[in-house]
C-alpha cells in the first residue's frame, strides 16, 4: 500500500488516494459521489480521507468513473435571441447558480437552424445528464425526441404531452383569474388581455383564466380585446394602441409580462389617458431586478412570481432526476401572488 508523505500535507490525486486507502479507484470516486452501492463505513474513511488530503475530483475522472457528465443542458434557437432576454437569463442565473453549488454546469447551446441536431448530438457525445426545456408549446415534439434519445427532461412550464416528464410551472390561468377578478371586483366591464404568444403552454392558460373569469361574471370577452404577440415594449404599445382604438375602448388592461405593460403605459401617454385614474392596469412581474413595477409612476399592481427562484428549483430537480429520482414525482405548479397597487382604480365615470 503507498503512503502519503506524514509532515506538510499536499493535495493528492485519485489513483494516490485510492492507493492509500487501498481501494479502487472506480469505489473512492462512487464513494464521493453518493453511489448507494458503497457501503456507509467505506464513504465515511473515503471523506473523511479526501478532505484531510485536499483531493478534488477533476471533470474528467468523476465523468469516467460515474458515467455521468456533470452538467445540464438548456438549448434555444439563435432566432429567439433568449441571451438578451432578462426574463431567461434571470431564470438561467437561477440555474446556474443552484447548479454551481452541486459542482455541476450549465451547457447552454445554440441550436443553429436545427434545434433537433444539437439535442441528438448532445446525447451522442454524453455532454450533458439532463435537458431543461424552456417556454414550452402546447404540444411540444422536443419531449417526445428527447424521449427517444433517452435523455431526461425537466420542463419549466407544461405541455400536453402524453408522455412522462418532470415540470415546474406556476399558476398561470389562476393568476389571470384571479387578477380578471379584481378588476371586475372594482367595476370594470371592458377588460383587455394583451397576451404572449398563444402557442406556448403559459399564454393559452393565461387567456384561459381571463375569459373564464369574465365568462363567469356575465362579462363579455371579445376577440378584439384578447391580443397576443412576442412579450416586447414595441408590442405592447401596437397592441394597446389597437384597443385604444375600439369603440368602445377597454377601462382596464392585463398584460403578460412586464415589457408589454411598459408598452402599454407608453401608448396611453400618447392618447392623454392617465394610468390609475381612467385606465387601470395590471401586468406579471418576474422579480427582475432591472425593473420594479412599485417604483413605476404610478406603482403597477402585479402577479408576482420570481423566474430566478424558478431556475433555482429547475436545478434542484433536474439533479433529482439525474440520480435516479421518478420524474412524475416532480410535478409542481406554483401559486402566484397578486400585488395590489395604484394602477388599479375603479372605471371612470360615465
Given at each position: ?32 459521489n ?68 452541486e ?66 410551472d ?28 398563444l ?22 370577452a ?20 389597437r384597443?385604444?382604438d375600439?369603440d368602445p ?7 403578460s ?20 385614474r ?5 401586468a ?8 420594479r ?58
Amino acid at each position: 500500500m503507498a503512503c502519503v508523505p506524514a509532515g506538510r500535507i499536499e493535495a493528492v490525486n485519485l489513483k494516490q488516494l485510492s492507493e492509500h486507502l487501498g481501494l479502487s479507484q472506480t469505489t473512492v470516486s462512487r464513494a464521493l459521489n453518493g453511489f448507494p452501492e458503497v457501503g456507509e463505513l467505506t464513504r465515511k474513511r473515503v471523506v473523511e480521507a479526501a478532505e484531510r488530503f485536499q483531493y478534488r475530483p477533476n471533470a474528467s475522472a468523476r465523468k469516467l468513473a460515474t458515467g455521468r457528465a456533470g452538467a445540464i443542458g438548456i438549448v434555444f434557437a439563435p432566432d429567439r435571441n433568449l441571451l438578451l432576454d432578462p426574463i431567461f437569463t434571470d431564470f438561467l442565473g437561477g440555474l446556474a447558480g443552484r447548479s454551481a453549488e452541486e459542482e455541476t454546469d450549465v451547457l447552454v447551446s445554440s441550436s443553429l437552424n436545427d434545434e433537433a441536431g444539437t439535442y441528438r448530438r448532445l446525447a451522442r457525445v454524453r455532454s450533458v445528464d439532463a435537458v431543461v426545456l424552456s417556454t414550452p408549446s402546447v404540444d411540444d415534439a422536443r419531449i417526445g425526441l428527447l424521449n427517444r434519445l433517452k435523455l431526461p427532461i425537466v420542463v419549466h412550464g407544461r405541455s400536453h404531452s402524453p408522455l412522462p416528464f418532470a415540470y415546474l410551472d406556476i399558476d398561470n390561468e389562476g393568476a389571470f383569474r384571479k387578477a380578471t377578478g379584481l378588476l371586475a371586483d372594482l367595476g370594470h366591464r371592458r377588460i383587455g388581455l394583451i397576451n404572449g404568444d398563444l402557442s406556448y403552454t403559459f399564454a393559452m392558460h393565461r387567456s384561459r383564466g381571463w375569459r373564464d373569469a369574465l365568462i363567469g361574471r356575465g362579462i363579455p370577452a371579445p376577440a378584439d380585446y384578447d391580443l397576443s404577440g412576442p412579450m416586447t415594449e414595441e408590442v405592447g404599445y401596437r397592441l394597446a394602441r389597437r384597443m385604444f382604438d375600439l369603440d368602445p375602448a377597454p377601462t382596464a388592461l392585463l398584460c403578460s409580462s412586464i415589457f408589454n405593460a411598459l408598452g402599454a403605459m407608453r401608448a396611453a401617454r400618447d392618447i392623454g389617458r392617465v394610468i390609475g385614474r381612467d385606465l387601470s392596469l395590471i401586468a406579471h412581474d418576474d422579480g427582475l431586478a432591472a425593473i420594479r413595477p412599485e417604483t413605476l409612476t404610478p406603482p403597477l399592481t402585479t402577479t408576482y412570481s420570481s423566474i430566478r427562484s424558478a431556475g433555482v428549483r429547475v436545478a434542484e430537480i433536474a439533479m433529482a432526476i439525474i440520480a435516479g429520482a421518478d420524474p412524475a414525482s416532480h410535478h409542481e405548479v406554483w401559486p402566484v401572488d397578486l400585488v395590489f397597487r395604484g394602477s388599479t382604480v375603479p372605471p371612470p365615470a360615465g
